[in-house]
């Protein structure tokens, strides 16, 4: 007999060769029907494959990011026998789950594949799957594993063979079917009912370009057609959302090759919205008790030598400046720390004068590979809404608090709900891989989770997931398509003070060592922008919208009252302008609309003689004609119920 733990901790004992699928069956029915994969010892096993000795078993079902990591590696076996099929002579090479599906890159020698053919993949793909075909592990000798593939002519597999050892290679068969693989199948292919063909791409052997360019080929699978309807419905609107175009679009931002790759470009529209986001943070910073500083954007190499990034970044990050004097090296700055821990050693503290709080848009330069460039939310160049804050340990727990109460504050004025957090403490059979004495760890953990506790924030705690110098609580927030995103970090150091040398003279009249928190409630402001726009699809809130209002006269006959109106907006601090363009009224809603505009001010005859302005909602809804001085208490009201004062 074996003994087998489950992840509620409760023990059963099983006969020896116990498959998970029937450890499943002994718990209910219904769990075995939904389980789909399973993990042994921290290792992913088949659903049948024979349990031998002791363990902890978890059982996934789709539900679970395992679950559907199985499932969507399981589907790239049959998209590849389907592919096998329909072009006699394609080599297979890997076909690994990804976060979304799954890929399989394969070598196409006589032929390629286009959009056009994604049907008859998909087709033949389901054809296959309906025939509920059990996936086999099987294991192999090296030999018979590399005669399998040379006899093919594939030679890819061939040098994935060739880097394994003997006595750990397997294949999977299924139907017709045979792949070299390491296991983590559903258990057949019937569960997959659905299946999609999303993409085709280049993609080097192993990544390297001086390799055989492959064709990749990207699916995602489902286990109802229901499913899959409802994820093309999110990748069509999401696409619609994608704040590259809208930024283009709404004229936020952009990037010129000249410039450089990454670095982007704010035109005035964004320039005036960031700005907006700024002063709403600053303002309810100076309320929290921040003062700002600037610090330049380089520093002298050594200063990164101290605070350790130079070790950390150096090599892969923007090399030094040089400067026409000999050994002379600066760096762009990666991070604006180390620039505000000198702010604080200008002078000595007491710690009656703690907490101090540094704030600064900072903006920082990190080298980030091209590839891995993506619109604002993968760039070299951005500014942090960043912020230093230096207290004594005793200040941590109140701190740490005012922090999370800004940070709700400004996820709730831009109308972010749906958050969740993370506590990342340190791993406690690891003690050596941290910095910082055992009792202000405990200290800092504590602080943290008690404050996450009593704000009332949804929270998980990730044990090991610490930095070494100290745990931290990240943001993560939900945008409208239920997407996750992470945004504002809190995060706790013992480390640079220790390397700044930096210090306050206690009650005792002693020295200490302050602790820091480094923190920034939008994470960057071009990540936050970016996410803001995926959020709201460019519907920004009122209060922080280009154009609040924009008034189109129905002929030029009522252009000097749109005038007259456009100043008395102005004057009640309303963002508006005139559409004078000769075009029809009709054409200056619809292109008002795709500028989401938020409201259309009309104004004609009647409004003229009536001293008003007949409003039209962004999205249809008609106000009728209303007083100058209504439309702005409607503005303000709207406003007030979002941002609300700190
Ligand atoms: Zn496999
Ligand atoms: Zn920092």
Same mark, same amino acid.
């Given at each position: 007999?074996?003994k087998?733990t489950?992840p509620?901790?409760?023990v059963?004992?099983?006969?020896?060769?116990?498959?998970?699928?029937?450890?499943?069956?002994?718990?209910s029915?219904?769990l075995a029907?939904?389980?789909?994969?399973?993990?042994?010892?921290?290792?992913?096993?088949?659903?049948?494959?024979? +349990?031998?000795?002791?363990?902890?078993?978890?059982?996934?079902?789709w539900?679970?990011k395992?679950?559907?990591?199985?499932?969507?590696h399981?589907?790239?076996?049959? =998209?590849?026998?389907?592919?096998?099929?329909?072009y006699p002579?394609?080599?297979?090479?890997?076909g690994?789950?990804?976060?979304?599906?799954?890929?399989?890159?394969?070598?196409?020698?006589?032929?390629s594949?286009?959009?056009?053919?994604?049907?008859?993949?998909e087709?033949?793909?389901?054809?296959?799957?309906?025939?509920?075909? /059990?996936?086999?592990?099987?294991?192999?000798?090296?030999a018979?594993?590399?005669s399998f593939?040379?006899?093919q002519?594939?030679?890819?597999?061939?040098?994935?063979i060739?880097?394994?050892e003997?006595?750990t290679?397997?294949?999977c068969?299924?139907?017709?079917f045979? /792949?070299?693989?390491?296991?983590?199948?559903?258990p057949?292919?019937?569960?997959?009912?659905a299946?999609?063909?999303l993409?085709?791409?280049?993609?080097?052997w192993?990544?390297?370009?001086?390799n055989?360019?492959?064709?990749r080929i990207y699916?995602?699978?489902?286990?109802?057609?229901?499913?899959?309807?409802?994820?093309l419905?999110?990748?069509?609107?999401?696409k619609?959302?994608?704040?590259?175009?809208?930024?283009?679009?709404?004229?936020?931002?952009?990037f010129?090759?000249?410039?450089?790759?990454?670095l982007?470009?704010? +035109?005035?529209k964004?320039?005036?919205?960031?700005?907006r986001?700024?002063?709403?943070?600053?303002?309810?910073?100076?309320k929290? %008790?921040?003062?700002?500083?600037?610090?330049?954007?380089?520093?002298?190499k050594?200063?990164?030598?101290?605070?350790?990034?130079?070790?950390?970044?150096?090599?892969?990050?923007?090399?030094?400046?040089?400067?026409?004097?000999e050994?002379?090296e600066?760096?762009?700055?990666?991070m604006?720390?180390p620039h505000?821990?000198?702010?604080y050693?200008?002078k000595?503290y007491?710690?009656k004068?703690?907490?101090?709080?540094?704030?600064?848009?900072?903006?920082?330069y990190?080298y980030?590979?091209?590839?891995?460039l993506? %619109?604002?939310?993968?760039v070299?160049g951005?500014?942090?809404?960043?912020?230093?804050?230096?207290?004594?340990?005793?200040?941590?727990?109140?701190e740490?608090?005012?922090?999370?109460?800004?940070?709700?504050?400004? +996820?709730?004025?831009?109308?972010?709900?749906n958050?969740?957090?993370?506590?990342?403490?340190?791993?406690?059979?690891n003690?050596?891989?941290?910095?910082?004495?055992?009792?202000?760890w405990?200290?800092?953990?504590?602080?943290?989770?008690?404050a996450?506790?009593?704000?009332?924030?949804?929270?998980?705690?990730?044990?090991?997931?610490?930095?070494?110098?100290g745990p931290?609580? /990240?943001?993560?927030?939900?945008?409208?398509?239920?997407?996750?995103w992470?945004?504002?970090?809190?995060?706790? /150091?013992y480390?640079l003070?220790?390397r700044?040398d930096l210090?306050y003279?206690?009650?005792?009249?002693e020295?200490?060592?302050?602790?820091?928190?480094?923190?920034?409630p939008f994470?960057?402001?071009?990540?936050?922008?970016?996410?803001?726009?995926?959020?709201?699809?460019?519907?920004f809130?009122?209060?922080?919208t280009?154009?609040?209002?924009?008034? +189109?006269?129905v002929?030029?006959?009522?252009?000097?009252?749109?005038?007259?109106?456009?100043?008395?907006?102005e004057n009640?601090e309303?963002r508006?302008?005139?559409?004078?363009?000769?075009?029809? =009224?009709?054409?200056?809603?619809?292109?008002?609309e795709?500028?989401?505009?938020?409201?259309?001010?009309?104004?004609?005859?009647?409004?003229?003689?009536?001293n008003?302005?007949?409003?039209?909602?962004?999205?249809?809804?008609?106000?009728?004609?209303?007083?100058?001085a209504?439309?702005?208490?409607?503005?303000?009201?709207?406003?007030?119920?979002t941002?609300?004062?700190?």
């Amino acid at each position: 007999m074996i003994k087998i733990t489950l992840p509620d901790g409760s023990v059963k004992e099983f006969e020896k060769a116990t498959t998970p699928m029937d450890v499943a069956k002994s718990i209910s029915e219904g769990l075995a029907r939904n389980v789909i994969s399973a993990k042994f010892n921290e290792t992913i096993v088949e659903t049948t494959t024979p +349990l031998e000795t002791d363990g902890t078993l978890t059982l996934f079902t789709w539900k679970d990011k395992e679950g559907k990591t199985a499932f969507w590696h399981s589907t790239s076996h049959i =998209v590849a026998q389907a592919i096998e099929e329909l072009y006699p002579g394609v080599k297979l090479t890997i076909g690994p789950a990804i976060e979304n599906g799954f890929y399989y890159d394969v070598d196409l020698p006589n032929g390629s594949i286009s959009e056009k053919d994604f049907a008859t993949i998909e087709k033949k793909a389901l054809e296959i799957a309906r025939g509920k075909h /059990d996936y086999k592990m099987r294991a192999i000798s090296k030999a018979d594993a590399l005669s399998f593939y040379k006899e093919q002519g594939n030679e890819y597999k061939v040098e994935l063979i060739e880097n394994l050892e003997d006595g750990t290679i397997t294949f999977c068969d299924h139907d017709t079917f045979t /792949d070299l693989c390491r296991g983590g199948h559903i258990p057949n292919t019937g569960i997959v009912k659905a299946i999609k063909i999303l993409s085709v791409a280049g993609a080097y052997w192993r990544g390297n370009e001086n390799n055989t360019q492959l064709t990749r080929i990207y699916g995602i699978s489902f286990p109802k057609q229901k499913e899959l309807t409802e994820y093309l419905a999110l990748l069509e609107e999401a696409k619609k959302r994608d704040h590259r175009k809208l930024g283009k679009e709404l004229e936020l931002f952009t990037f010129s090759q000249k410039v450089g790759q990454g670095l982007p470009l704010w +035109l005035p529209k964004g320039a005036a919205l960031r700005e907006r986001l700024e002063n709403f943070l600053k303002k309810a910073q100076k309320k929290a %008790g921040y003062e700002m500083v600037v610090t330049p954007h380089i520093g002298q190499k050594e200063l990164y030598v101290t605070s350790g990034h130079y070790e950390k970044y150096g090599e892969d990050s923007f090399q030094p400046i040089h400067t026409p004097k000999e050994g002379e090296e600066f760096l762009l700055k990666p991070m604006n720390c180390p620039h505000h821990c000198e702010i604080y050693n200008t002078k000595p503290y007491s710690y009656k004068e703690l907490p101090k709080r540094f704030a600064e848009f900072g903006t920082v330069y990190r080298y980030e590979q091209s590839g891995e460039l993506h %619109g604002l939310t993968r760039v070299r160049g951005f500014t942090q809404d960043d912020a230093h804050i230096f207290c004594t340990p005793d200040q941590l727990d109140a701190e740490f608090k005012n922090v999370i109460d800004l940070s709700l504050y400004v +996820l709730g004025s831009l109308g972010f709900e749906n958050f969740t957090a993370q506590v990342s403490v340190r791993d406690l059979d690891n003690p050596e891989k941290y910095i910082g004495s055992v009792e202000n760890w405990e200290k800092a953990e504590q602080a943290i989770i008690n404050a996450a506790k009593e704000k009332g924030l949804n929270f998980i705690v990730e044990p090991g997931e610490a930095a070494f110098y100290g745990p931290k609580l /990240d943001f993560m927030v939900k945008d409208a398509l239920g997407r996750q995103w992470q945004l504002g970090t809190i995060q706790v /150091d013992y480390n640079l003070p220790e390397r700044f040398d930096l210090s306050y003279k206690g009650s005792d009249n002693e020295l200490h060592r302050p602790v820091m928190i480094h923190r920034a409630p939008f994470g960057s402001m071009e990540r936050f922008i970016a996410l803001l726009l995926e959020h709201t699809g460019g519907n920004f809130p009122l209060w922080l919208t280009p154009e609040q209002a924009i008034i +189109l006269p129905v002929s030029e006959k009522h252009e000097k009252y749109a005038e007259k109106v456009l100043k008395s907006l102005e004057n009640n601090e309303i963002r508006a302008l005139v559409d004078s363009r000769n075009e029809t =009224v009709g054409k200056k809603i619809r292109e008002a609309e795709m500028a989401k505009i938020p409201f259309m001010l009309i104004v004609g005859e009647n409004d003229e003689a009536d001293n008003t302005i007949s409003v039209r909602r962004h999205g249809g809804e008609d106000l009728g004609a209303i007083s100058i001085a209504t439309f702005t208490d409607l503005v303000n009201t709207e406003i007030n119920s979002t941002l609300k004062t700190f």
